[in-house]
């Protein structure tokens, strides 16, 4: 069963993703910063998809998904960032790394599902 | 409480007011502040010697207080004067003189309290003294504007089926804090450099959640839910600034971001959140008094690298 990968420093964000996409029947996995997010990413090979914010304590978001790539070689994890940055730079950064979206908060549930529904088959 | 209000300055929807308390008893006087109310948009509230000390009690968010002298009864204020501003050393006094007296017939105790003293009919003194103590920074409407609806449209998103209502902006020159929990986020731009902190009080919040009308879906909230949710709030209006205003430096040159992460205090339960949940290096002083006169005094240092650590 596919897993989704919620990355959030914050409790109210985890609580409102996951809850989100629980009740739309997916399996999901949350992690405090982009350390504990890459721990999970590795330690699981169910994940399939990650959200992640890119202001977080100990690992920002764009440095945990640059591990992640050059750590797992894993193409086939999705990534998409939901946070409150805009800045084009680290879009670039980002997309550069492979990522899938760039979500800024609040979000809209409706486009999160659309997006969820194409990256997890 | 019901205050008397001398003067409502009418102000635009970017602009600012302050709340500013009289206690003042001549006619003229009164007639003269009102119009340098109006012109400065300060909100005079009145006072009297008996209730002063419950309306600065109610307000904590004052930009100065304006007094006489000497009250209706021939009564000295200067005594008023030392005990405001022992009580509230933070708030501009403005006094006004009697006839033929000076600042400096007071004594150095008053003259260091007060924020300035003008003569009973130099109203153009006055309004010289409110410029350089009350109103000495110019905040645009255009920021106000976007500070305003970045703010309303992250509270929109934080607390679900609530209408938020905006008073208009004011000036505050107390460093009192509201309720008993704030977030403390710094935010930076090519042209300011500063902080922003949500204030707001604990079991309200409390009461949202449990309404499940916030993104927190726990059986049993606690403070730390509370915590959360006044984060992100302050997280998102963090983020909004920094689009719109550009950050300082959003990497450094190793191309680490530059991540922020607000800090919550509850001073009411001593607690205090950097963001993460690492082990903090704390080093605890003591002062000695050598000659047995003083106890000792701890000062504790704690180091709370949460934002990077790579030694």
Redesign the interface.
Known sequence: MPQILVVD?????R??VS?FLTKNGFTVVTA??GKDGLGKAKANADVKLIFAD?????M?G??MVEKIRSELGNKTVNIIML?????A??KE?GKAAGIKGWI???FNGANVLEAVKKMVA | MQLNVLVQPKAGENETLSKVVVIEHAAATLGALKSVFEQCKLVGYRATRESVAAILGANIDLGGIFLPETDAQGTSCVDLVAEIHRQRPELPIFLRLDANHALDDLSSEIVRAVAGAYAHDDFTALRELIDTYLLSRDYPGEFISAMAEMTREAMQASFRDMQVELEQPYIVKDKIIYGELFSLIPLESSWCRGYMMLQTEEEKILGVIKAKKTQINHPEPTFRHVNAVLGELSNMVWGSFKTKYGAKKVQDGDGQIRVEIPIIVNHARKYISFGSDDPQLCFKYTLIDPHGKLGPISVYQKFIFSLDWAP
């Open positions: 420093d914050s409790d109210a964000v609580s409102e809850g405090v910063d890119v202001n977080m304590p100990n920002d764009l440095t946070t409150t940055e805009s800045d730079s680290m950064r800024v908060k609040p």
